[in-house]
Every structure is written in structure tokens, then in C-alpha cells.
């Protein structure tokens, strides 16, 4: 490749003897262009393809220094070298300090040493350029990176920041220029808060390679702290020695604080921040290795919110929530700095009393949780009403690990909640038993739907007067495989624990209701089929949805089917259950007041509600002769009942005597043994047929 080269000069004899020495030169090839005047130099230029000028700085249309000046601006990147007599040295000198490369002297133009001159500034400014991109590339790189670079001389004097390392240590990289790097990288441990010694002091030192401590603060020029990490090397020259050192860093505030926050995360309830299971475990082991070496107890509470679930579905997951949150705040007040507030899931909660002491002091504790949470609490505009079961186990009595102790505290909970709810009990041995019995219930709950283990029988509702059927309560029977007749009593508790109690209750609407549609197709006195609603399904989202797809399945018209729903069900949201039972009057239902007289005994519900029966409570019933005051109860309801002319039945007739009594008070249905056990299908059928229902039964 042949190197072109520009002579710019008004002396013809000059051009030709650089002419003849480089086009004979075997440094070359070269090819040669002459021209006379500056414009016609910066117009050459202009065009390109030039590698190297000759230029004489007096010229017909320039002079002095601002000859080199205009050609340089015209190709900053081209060699050019400057010619002149001895006693232009002068001129030549200055152009070499404004960028020339060099000046060649009249006189020695004909040197065999002015081709490989000119050569060599040539390729020098190849190498030159090269060298620039691999500069310009490097710094991109840098500059372009996360992490910040900083290198300083061999005294530890800064020569270099990236962008990244003005940005995080706030110092720009002119202000930095020439600064010990202690001024600009200063840390200090973020444990100890005392100064930590420099890593490029420790390179400097031992000329290895040096990494921060964990937790290192890099003070920031305005004196605001980051935390960060780095590593500090030694820059080595082409002779492999040290000629300063690197520091790499960055900042990892955003990614330590994630960290902690991810730690946090996994080990507590993200709804309350309560610890969650992983970290209650992890403390209750802690807690029982202190009571060993301190010969104390610690108790385990495990919290069930009682009907929780009917909130949530009737006010929605949010109120559920806030419900939530208001029931954490109280808790964590009802114990000490040293205790545990823990939140298991749903509507769970265990609390752990490290070193309880003695057994006054965790009653102290649990009956201080029942009295605070009955307590309303603001929901919006809502002024919700909860309780809690409690089941307490005390090490090391009831368990020596965190995973039985807690077991033993939730088998004692549903305890609580079989005694009645709102209370606490102590974990006893014999509790293992019912827990069995209830895991093995539900198993064999999830099943019995699927396998039609479920059966009706019904109760028939007779008129006192003349001991006409008038409607019958349907009650539910598993016909288990190998247990036999199983009454609602040993299950349905845990069908509602467990989450089985809606489905189960929509199977026996269903049943009950395609039960009577048959007694009526077979043209048998129609009646009216009862069925109890449990408070679940009662504020169940889908409830008033499924009765009134039962009834279009069925084809049973609403006036035949009669829900009996308690009163403390209904008395749980007045507004609410209003709004429901308008509903199911409206698909021609009938309501009744199932165990009237056992919850609120508000009679302005009787007013608020479409009511059409009271179901006086067996109790009562039973107790008449027993106790003066069920008496007295049995007359007032049959009295009130008649006055708002509801309908009466009274419940659990057992005896010629009761009859008599309600009789007298002229109570106008019952129900009970007196009259007939629960019956099947096939004999209720029979029992229509024959109209009235003879005393002690079929």
C-alpha cells in the first residue's frame, strides 16, 4: 500500500528534490502531490486520502505559524512536519508544541532518512490511533458498567473515576484528580461504626488482591452512607511492575435491603407481620433451651376466632383482613415485650408465654385475650364482634418439642370450641382421643358425599288439636360403612371445622326438597319439609343462589319448603339477615325461628324479620314440670306467638303431661317422640297416607 503524501511550498525545486527522494525511496512506495497554495492545500485536504503533509510555512497566500494552525484544524489526524531553513527553527519549534510532528531542514531534503521519517511518523500515528480507540473503548466500557472504578497512583493519589464512582461517592472526577484516597473513599465498618482501613492501603501493602469486610459504609462526600462491596488490585506497567491500584465497587444498599426484606418475608405473616410457623418454631426452641437451663415452664395459646368465616363471607376478604390486623394489635397488647404473637393462617393464632411461671399467670393471660377481643372493633363503618377459643399446653407437662407443644394447644382449642366457644382450656391426655376421632371423621366426611353415605329421615309436625301431619323436619343420617347410623351430633361439628358443612347442607336441601315434590307427585296430602340452616350457610355468599336453584331443580314450589335458622344466627347481623329472608319470602319460603328463646331474646326482631314460625327450644319443653320458670317461658312465647299470629310448634314432647300443658296454652303444633321417632322416606309416605299420626308412633 502506497502512502500519499501532500507537499505544500512555493519553491518548485524543494517539491522535486522531496519528489525524486521519495518516489526512489525503498521505505515507500509513495505518491506524491504538490501544490503551491494554502486554499488549494485545505481543499486537498478536504477531500481526504492524505497521509502525511510537508508543509513550508511561508507560502504566497499564508505566513507564519497560522499556516501549520489552518492546516491542522482542516486534519487534526494527519502528520504533518514543517519545512524551513536553519533559521526558521524557531517557527518549526512552536508548530511541533501545537501538534506537528516534526520539521525537515533545507539543505537535507535528499537524505535517504526523510522517507523513513516520514514513514515512521506515519505509522506512529497509526499505533497512536489504534492506541486512542482501545482508550475510547475502555472508557466507554467503564463508564458504561454498574460498578464504579477508581484507580489511584503508587502514593494512593487518585488518577481515575468512572461515572459510577462520581455518582456513588458524590465526588466529581476533576475535584477527585490528585486527592489521597482516603478523602474520597472513605469507609467505616457498618457494625462497629469505627474506620476501616483502606483497601488500597492493604495493596499497596501486600500487592494482592483485597476484598471489603461484610457490612462496610462508604461515607458518601455529602455525608449520606451507602453500603457497599469492592475488591482493590494492583495496575502493573509492561514490566510487570506496580504502577497503582484499582478499586472496584458498588453499591448493594438496594440489594441488602432485600434481602432483609425477602428474610422478613419468609419468616412472618404478611397480612399482620406477626412471625409466621418457620419463626414461631425457631423461638419456641430457643424459649424451651432457656427453660431448661432455668428450670421454668413456657405455655403455648392457640387461637381460633370464632365465626370468623361468617364475617368473611358476608363482608368480603377485605373486612376479613382489617378484622385481622385490629385483632393482631390486641393481642400483641395482651403480652409482654418477651412473648410471641404468632399467626399460623386463616383466623389462627399461637402465642408463646416464655417462662409463663406459674399456671394463674397464663389464665391471667388468656382470660385478659377473651375480655380485649369481645371488645368491638371498627371495620369502615362496620362495628364488628368476635371471640376465641383457646387451647393452652405448658411445657415441659404437654410436649418437650415446639411441634407437639403446638399440636397439644390446637387439640385443646377445639376443645374449647365443643364447651361452647369463648373460653380456654388446658391440653389434658384424654383430649388425644376426641382429636383422633375428629381427624378421622373428617377423613371419612370428604368421602361420604361422593359414596352416598348421607340419608334423610323426618320428624313429622303434627296439629295438637286433632293430630293431623302438618309438615316434617328433615334430619340428617350418615349410614357409615362400618360405624353404622351416625347421628349429627358426633359430626357436624367438625363438618364445620373442617369446611363440609356447605356442601353437606346443600345436599340435604336438595334431598328434602326432591323428597316432598315425590310425596307429592304420588298424590299424598302435600306438606312442608323443614330444614335446619346452619349459621355458615346462612351467611354464605351463594346461599340465597342455592335455594333458589334447589327449588327450579326440584320443581318444589318455595310455599312447601321451610328453613328453620336460629335466632343468634340472625341476631349476628340484623341489617344482613333482614335483606336475606325478604328474599327467600319472596320465593314463597316460609322462616322459622329454630330454638327460640336460647340466644338473644330480642323481640324487635320479631318485627324486623318475615317471620312465620317459632320453634319453641326442647328444653323448655322438657323442663316444664322440672323447673316453674320453663313453665312460665313456654307460656309467655305460645302467648306472644298467637298475638303476632305466628305460628307455634314446640319441640321434644316427650309425655302425655307435656301434651297436656301446651294444649292448655293452646300451643298449636309439636313435634317429638310422643308423637313419632324420625321416620324414612318410605314410612313418612305411609304416615301421609293415613293422615294423622297416632300417639307413640309408627
Known sequence: MAYRILIVTDHPVDANILTDVLGSARDGPFEVEWVRYLATALKRLSMGGIDAVLVDLVLPDSKGIDTFDLLFSASPHTPIMTLGTVEDEGLAVEAVQRGAQGYLAKGYFASSLVPQT???????????????????????????????????????????????????TGWDREDAFGHPIGDVFKIVSGVTREPV??????????????????????????????????????????????????????????????????????????????????????????????????????????????????????????????????????????????????RQGGDEFVILLSESGCEENVVSTANKILSTLTLGHHVGDEKLHVTTSIGISVYPADGEDAETLIKNADTAMYYAKEKGRNNYQFFRNEMNIRAVERQLIEANLRSAIEKNEFILHYQPKVNLDNDKVTGAEALLRWMHPEWGMVLPERFMATAEDCGLIVPIGRWVLREACFQAQRWIAAGLAPVSVAVNISAVEFRHMHFLEGVRSILHETGLDGRHLELEITESVLMHDAQASAIILQDLKDMGVHIAVDDFGTGYSSLSYLEQFPIDVLKIDQSFVRGIFANTDNGIIVGAVISMGNSLKLRVIAEGIENQKQLSFLKTLNCEEGQGNFFSRPLTADQFSQLLTIGNCQIVGI
Open 118 to 168: 516520514i514513514r515512521n511518523i506515519i505509522q506512529r500515528k497509526t499505533v497512536e490511533q489504534s492506541f486512542y480507540k482501545e482508550k475510547a473503548r475502555a472508557e466507554i466500557a467503564l463508564n458504561s458498567i454498574g460498578d464504579a472504578v477508581i484507580c489511584t497512583d503508587m502514593q494512593g493519589n487518585i488518577d481515575y473515576l468512572n461515572i459510577a464512582a462520581e455518582t456513588i
Open 197 to 342: 482501613r483502606n483497601t488500597v492501603e492493604l495493596v499497596l501493602q501486600k500487592n494482592e488482591v483485597i476484598g471489603l469486610a461484610v457490612e462496610t459504609l462508604l461515607i458518601r462526600r455529602d455525608g449520606s452512607e451507602t453500603l457497599i462491596e469492592d475488591s482493590a488490585a494492583s495496575i502493573n506497567d509492561w514490566d510487570g511492575q506496580a504502577c497503582g491500584v484499582v478499586i472496584v465497587f458498588h453499591d448493594i444498599s438496594v440489594a441488602h435491603a432485600m434481602t432483609k426484606k425477602m428474610t422478613h418475608l419468609a419468616q412472618h405473616d404478611f397480612l399482620t407481620n406477626l412471625p409466621n410457623r418457620v419463626l414461631l418454631k425457631d423461638r419456641i426452641e430457643q424459649a424451651i433451651s432457656l427453660a431448661n437451663r432455668n428450670g421454668a415452664q413456657l405455655a403455648i395459646l392457640f387461637l381460633d376466632l370464632d365465626n370468623f368465616k361468617h364475617i368473611n363471607d358476608s363482608l368480603g376478604h377485605a373486612a376479613g383482613d382489617l378484622l385481622l390486623q385490629s385483632v393482631t394489635r390486641r393481642l400483641i397488647d395482651c403480652v409482654r415485650a418477651s412473648d410471641t404473637v404468632s
